[in-house]
């Protein structure tokens, strides 16, 4: 089994940058990739960003691309989600997750989800 601890939420003005992490720990060896996702209130969970942690691939929603950049320390078998450029928009709890699928956008081909982070962003 794996499991997922989020940090790094917070609350931070328009503009402003946030730093996430996702420590996981347990059968790492059965990850492919991490992903981040998010969900506002009212709304579905929606994909923010994945990254493979064999060949450090990456896919980014639309909504974030050029704001948002995630990154892998294998070392430390954690994941980073840079935040920048912060928007209202943005505003949502977060959620990391592993999947054993190369490079999935779908929260279907994600086995195992962090509890989540709270990242709010004031205009």
């Known amino acids: 089994q794996v499991q997922l601890v989020e940090s790094g939420g917070g609350l931070v003005q328009a503009g402003g940058s946030l730093r996430l992490s996702c420590a996981a720990s347990?059968?790492?060896?059965?990850?492919?990739?991490m992903g981040w996702f998010r969900q506002a209130p009212g709304k579905e969970r929606a994909f923010v960003v994945v990254?493979?942690?064999?060949?450090?691939?990456?896919y980014y929603a639309d909504s974030v691309k050029g704001r948002f950049t995630i990154s892998s320390d294998n070392a430390k078998n954690t994941v980073f989600l840079q935040m920048n450029s912060l928007k209202p928009e943005d505003t949502a709890v977060y959620y990391c997750a592993a999947s054993r699928v190369w490079l999935p956008r779908s929260p279907h081909d994600y086995g195992t989800w962090g509890q989540g982070t709270q990242v709010t962003v004031s205009s």
């Open positions: 990254i493979n942690r064999n060949d450090l691939n990456t």
């Open positions: 347990g059968s790492i060896f059965s990850i492919n990739a």
